[in-house]
């Protein structure tokens, strides 16, 4: 912490045991607020790597104008200011360079759509190359990747592409990488794991933070060892519904709302009795619950959900009851600095 953290901290605390000392008698509270926390962060430096290619039978206009997609800049900064807020300042993804890339990814078995072949398929909405996969392997060789992330340059990829580029939604690479919602990459010389999340410019925010939102599932079900719908660690407790644990439910999944009977059900008007605002103060859960439905998670809308879910993430500083972080966020966003998260120890 700076000497000037360490300042402004010692006066905030003065500061409240002077109004606390002036109080009148009787009249200080009962119940008084958790202290002030100092806000710790991380700033992860990520590599955008944005196949955006300029259409020269369109006048030379990126594919995203000509198409009528979002742009990749605006969805990033947007994407990451959601996730600054969710958990609490803690996460500050800092975009150390842009690339915008004149091209097509290649896949798998060597194909690359030219211009003439995507804005058919595109026009007509049929005709795409399958296998549909993009080869990452080959992503990591052409923009030395792991080298990158070895010295420290980098931390983490942001890949935006066009529909059918055979994006997962997030995958990890590296030695000890494991399930991110997809197979990890294999044989990548590494030292430090690495997620390359893919992102949809077709699409929106909201569904950047689903891609966020299955990252840590798949982390937080490693760090754990499992994820079942029965409350015998934490992270099962946190994402129980009612559907299958009546008046038992708490925050959820990304998929599943706390009163979901299905996938992606976030406008269900039913009522249920959760305990998902118990976890905005992990560890100290109280087991208190209310009735909640769609109106609480932004009714049906998939960023307002996912937005409410990620904020329900623990985010307290040092450790839970169980041992484990009380940030999970320190798991997801910086997983090479604890053993349950970086692949290469036992949990």
């Given at each position: 912490m700076s000497l000037e953290s360490l300042r402004l901290a010692a006066g905030l605390a003065a500061t409240i045991a002077l109004l606390a000392s002036n109080a009148p008698a009787g009249q200080q509270p009962t119940n008084p607020k958790p202290p002030v926390r100092l806000i710790e962060s991380i700033a992860p430096r990520v590599l955008v790597l944005n196949f955006d290619p300029i259409v020269k039978s369109e006048a030379g206009a990126r594919l995203h104008e000509v198409a009528k997609w979002n742009d990749s800049r605006y969805l990033a900064d947007a994407y990451a200011a959601d996730l600054k807020e969710c958990s609490g300042g803690f996460a500050q993804f800092n975009i150390v360079e842009w690339k915008d890339v004149d091209a097509y990814p290649i896949k798998k078995d060597g194909?690359?759509?030219?211009?003439?072949?995507?804005?058919?398929?595109?026009?007509?909405?049929?005709?795409?190359?399958?296998?549909?996969?993009?080869?990452?392997?080959?992503?990591?060789?052409?923009?030395?990747?792991?080298?990158?992330?070895?010295?420290?340059?980098?931390?983490?990829?942001?890949?935006?592409?066009?529909?059918?580029?055979?994006?997962?939604?997030?995958?990890?690479?590296?030695?000890?990488?494991?399930?991110?919602?997809?197979?990890?990459?294999?044989?990548?010389?590494?030292?430090?794991?690495?997620?390359?999340?893919?992102?949809?410019?077709?699409?929106?925010?909201?569904?950047?933070?689903?891609?966020?939102?299955?990252?840590?599932?798949?982390?937080?079900?490693?760090?754990?060892?499992?994820?079942?719908?029965?409350?015998?660690?934490?992270?099962?407790?946190?994402?129980?519904?009612?559907?299958?644990?009546?008046?038992?439910?708490?925050?959820?999944?990304?998929?599943?709302?706390?009163?979901?009977?299905?996938?992606?059900?976030?406008?269900?008007?039913?009522?249920?009795?959760?305990?998902?605002?118990?976890?905005?103060?992990?560890?100290?859960?109280?087991?208190?619950?209310?009735?909640?439905?769609?109106?609480?998670?932004?009714?049906g809308y998939i960023r307002s959900h996912h937005k409410w879910w990620l904020t329900r993430l623990p985010k307290a500083p040092g450790v839970g009851p169980d041992g484990k972080q009380a940030n999970w966020w320190k798991y997801t966003v910086?997983?090479?600095?604890?053993?349950?998260?970086?692949?290469?120890?036992?949990r």
């Open positions: 194909f690359r759509y030219t211009e003439e072949e995507f804005l058919k398929c595109m026009r007509s909405g049929k005709g795409w190359h399958q296998p549909d996969g993009i080869d990452y392997k080959a992503l990591i060789r052409e923009y030395n990747l792991d080298r990158r992330v070895a010295t420290g340059e980098i931390d983490e990829v942001w890949v935006f592409a066009m529909p059918y580029s055979g994006l997962w939604e997030s995958t990890m690479a590296g030695k000890g990488a494991y399930d991110c919602n997809s197979e990890p990459v294999p044989d990548v010389d590494c030292p430090r794991i690495f997620v390359i999340m893919g992102f949809n410019y077709e699409r929106g925010v909201g569904e950047m933070l689903e891609d966020q939102g299955h990252r840590i599932e798949s982390i937080m079900t490693h760090v754990y060892g499992s994820w079942d719908p029965k409350p015998t660690h934490m992270w099962n407790r946190f994402t129980l519904i009612d559907k299958n644990n009546p008046r038992e439910s708490s925050a959820g999944t990304v998929h599943f709302a706390p009163n979901s009977t299905k996938d992606y059900e976030w406008d269900n008007r039913s009522y249920v009795l959760s305990s998902a605002d118990d976890w905005l103060d992990y560890p100290n859960l109280t087991g208190k619950k209310r009735l909640m439905n769609t109106s609480d998670w932004g009714n910086d997983f090479n600095r604890y053993p349950e998260s970086n692949g290469k120890d036992a």
